[in-house]
């Protein structure tokens, strides 16, 4: 099940009563301590980074003995969370899976449910604005589980196909320079002026909001626990916040009518270029 970024009010109710409900918490120690008030009374078992496998068999185990057990992960679990990893071991296991919304058949081994939660990129997204108006995509820098020929195949497809771009897992202690070779491939399909925002700690104690440009990040402010936003090639900056147009002014804004597609698009770059205030800062 799902925490969201940390913020009890973002919480979904479904997860809170999943959390209320449940006999047995299991989650990574960081996360389970967003939660301390919903745990006593109740076996909690914590473990540390790189613990994934074992954690999610814990969590099985517990499960087929009976037990209700709320397996939790930050923002959505089903986002780089942990709700793939489950299946993956059940199906690995020849565990029959069946959903808690049907009635289980004589077959089913486990009753399972994700409870979806406010991922990361919503709730960066939501404190500059409005960044993820058009189609955008998302790719994780770690390349602890994938090989970074495959995240950079992935950062020059999302770059050349004009998707805003959510950028987690931006820099480890191993490999600080993740983020410098992404940009890198970036700026080869985008203008330096394009718009990033860094969201550090979103919705959580130590929140820290930044408004930049491409060519201007500030590598040393990012660490493991920010989100980056890189606007499209529509994205502006308009006093504190970034927008990405979904293209009604285009359509039905004023002077639409006749002036065509593209110079619509003109007139919103230049919009865009006489309000871009880099290096805005909040939080
Ligand atoms: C393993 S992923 C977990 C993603 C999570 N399941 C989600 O739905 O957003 C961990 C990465 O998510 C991002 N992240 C998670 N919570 C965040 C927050 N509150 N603020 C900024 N970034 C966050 C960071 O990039 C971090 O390295």
């Known amino acids: 099940m799902?925490?969201?970024?940390?913020?009890?009010?973002?919480?979904?109710?479904?997860?809170?009563?999943a959390l209320r409900e449940a006999e047995v918490i299991v989650g990574y120690t960081t996360y389970l301590e967003l939660i301390p008030d919903?745990?006593?009374?109740?076996?909690?078992?914590?473990s540390g980074m790189r613990k994934e496998i074992p954690r999610c068999r814990a969590a099985i185990e517990h499960a087929r003995n009976g037990h209700r057990v709320a397996l939790v992960s930050s923002g959505d679990a089903g986002i780089y969370g942990m709700a793939g990893l489950v299946?993956?071991?059940?199906?690995?296991?020849?565990?029959r899976v069946c959903s808690v919304r049907e009635k289980p058949p004589e077959t089913c081994d486990l009753q399972f449910e994700?409870?979806?939660?406010?991922?990361?990129?919503?709730?960066a997204a939501s404190l500059v604005g409005a960044?993820?108006?058009?189609?955008?995509?998302?790719v994780s820098l770690?390349?602890?589980?994938?090989?970074?020929?495959?995240?950079?195949?992935?950062?020059?497809?999302?770059?050349?196909?004009?998707?805003?771009?959510?950028?987690y897992n931006p820099r480890s202690k191993a490999r600080p320079d993740l983020l410098e070779k992404a940009c890198e491939i970036l700026l080869e399909h985008r203008s330096p002026e394009t718009p990033v925002a860094i969201v550090r700690r979103a919705k959580r104690q130590g929140e820290w909001v930044h408004l930049t440009t491409l060519d201007r990040i500030p590598f040393d402010e990012v660490d493991m626990q920010s989100i980056l936003l890189i606007g499209n090639s529509r994205t502006y900056l308009w006093d504190r916040w970034m927008?990405?147009?979904?293209?009604?002014?285009?359509?039905?804004?004023?002077?639409?009518?006749?002036e065509?597609?593209?110079?619509?698009?003109?007139?919103?770059?230049?919009?865009r270029l006489d309000h871009c205030g880099p290096d805005a800062e909040s939080g």
């Open 38 to 46: 919903l745990t006593p009374g109740k076996k909690v078992l914590g």
């Open 2 to 17: 799902s925490l969201g970024p940390g913020d009890r009010s973002l919480l979904v109710a479904e997860a809170l009563e």
């Open 142 to 167: 770690s390349d602890h589980l994938t090989p970074w020929e495959l995240i950079e195949k992935r950062l020059q497809a999302v770059a050349a196909a004009d998707f805003v771009t959510a950028v």
């Open 131 to 138: 960044p993820l108006m058009h189609d955008f995509a998302a």
């Open 243 to 258: 927008v990405t147009p979904r293209g009604y002014l285009d359509k039905y804004g004023e002077g639409a009518e006749g």
């Open 114 to 123: 994700v409870i979806p939660g406010v991922a990361a990129f919503n709730a």
């Open 260 to 271: 065509g597609r593209e110079a619509g698009s003109e007139r919103l770059r230049a919009r």
């Open 87 to 95: 299946l993956d071991l059940c199906r690995d296991s020849g565990l």
